[in-house]
């Protein structure tokens, strides 16, 4: 029975990244959070594992499992202190219903880690995985190629209408989400996904994997860069850099080590910058956002840097490039566009700036240097009575206003620094201990039901919801994790030393990407990231016995 507990297993690591977010039903019909189809299998093979466990065909005991247990007991404690010492959540079904749906959200990410750990009891399921991985990151890179270029459908969950599965199409500078709820999610994926690939393409003797890997290496790579995201490009870069140096650290000798780091830096480095010139104009845009000349302290044309380091090499140009892709011309009838502006998103700090700058002589109010056009803002709707006797819905909008910060800075910094973290430290505050409960923080009154949560800071979303005892179990078995690679670095497999090496590198990605974005409670990544937990604690198991 165990063999079919690993089929589903497999299954599930290539079905969660690739199925779009299409619900199946809300369990709260006012909020965005919905059940779709992973859930129910995933609730399967958790039922199938506890199954085995109790027949002792299953292992479940693993450092990692208590620190997971420590981190579900405080999400409890967290929980009844919202509800009876904080009162942060009211006793009433909606409130109650929303927090602990959110408690058992946590609940089905470990369930990953726990079947993983599991299933995994050889190296040859081991790498049929990886090799699944691969092949998953190849998959979601011909989906965002069809989405960019042919107008595949998009799923998204950037707001409570779409998130109920409305088939929508990317306009032209909207940044490609693949079969994910939105570009961050897909960029925080491939920042975990990634590094462990690069590291298993550098390990692997076998010339059919290796290819396997460096493809989808390198698609991942395009797919990251198109999705246009600066901080999860940023932890990328990080991540894939320690994975060189720590590999070629592991080389008995000098020569070997100066070999190893010189010709796979040049390697990746060149194909990666190589990316970035032809798809990257976007990516190259935000990223001036965040850089100025500290004399003048206007922004860096990055992309124009680019340009001139592409010319000095005689590379082609990229608009030539881009002009030999193969594109459809328009996008399928019964489909809409996707959200860009600000009233269509969850968190209003996930606003894609658009990059066609407004016509000359146009009137626009002061506007942050990160956007470039100026939607109305809705003040109110009304039905009205025309003369013929039909009913007709008139919308008011006024001219939207930004703080100074957001003029100074950039939209999206300053609403994570004068909202959305400040919301969070305030929840922090209230109950340094055990929090104020899971989605809690961006209310502005108690009774207030928000129909989507979001810090874009993981950290101190776990610190305001879960408090000091949520943050150090949460964490330290995060760290756990990696100090148990780490003491195994040595082993003599060089598939397990490529993998400890690449999920390692991997989780440090995905950390540094926490700063800026909610990794942590994305559920597609948040699933494959404790599967990938979960099969390292059974490589390391396996170390134990001989295989």
Known sequence: MKKYLFALAAFLLIFIPLYPKIPLFSPIEQYIVRVRIEDILILMAGIWWLFLVIKKKARWRSPLSYGIALYIAAGVLSTLSAVFITQTVPITPLHLTKTLLHLFRYVEYFSLFFIMYAVVTSLKQAKWLIGLLSLTVILASIYGYGQKFYYWPVYSTMNREFSKGIRLYLTEHARVQSTFAGHYDLAAFLVVALPLILAMGLGEKKKLRKGLHYSAFFLGTWLLVISASRTPFAAFVVAIWLVILW???????????LKFWITRYLAVY?????????????????????????????????????????????????DQLYQLLPKAISPASDSLPAPIDTDLVASISDQPPVT????????????????YVNVPEIVSEEDITLADGTIQRRTIHKQRTYSNCALERELSLCIRLESLWPWALD????????????????????????????TDNNFLRTLGETGLVGFITFYGTILMAICLMFKHRHTSSSFRQSFYVGLIAGIIGLLINAVYIDVFVASKVALTFWALVGMAAGLMKLEKKPV
Not at 356 to 371: L, W
């Open 427 to 454: 929840g922090f505050h209230a109950n340094p201990i055990l929090g104020t409960g899971y989605a809690t923080l961006n209310k502005q009154f108690i009774d207030e039901f928000t129909i989507a949560e979001s």
């Open 270 to 318: 060149s194909m990666l910058f190589l990316v970035v010139y032809y798809f990257g104009s976007e990516l190259l845009d935000r990223l001036s956002f965040a850089i100025s000349n500290e004399k003048t302290g206007l922004s860096i044309d990055i992309k124009k840097e680019v340009d001139h380091w592409a010319t000095l090499a005689r590379l082609p140009n990229s």
């Open 247 to 257: 590999l070629g650290w592991l080389t008995p000798k000098w020569k070997d080590k």
């Open 356 to 371: 066609t700058k407004p016509q000359t002589g146009a009137v626009i109010n002061p506007q942050p240097k990160d956007v």
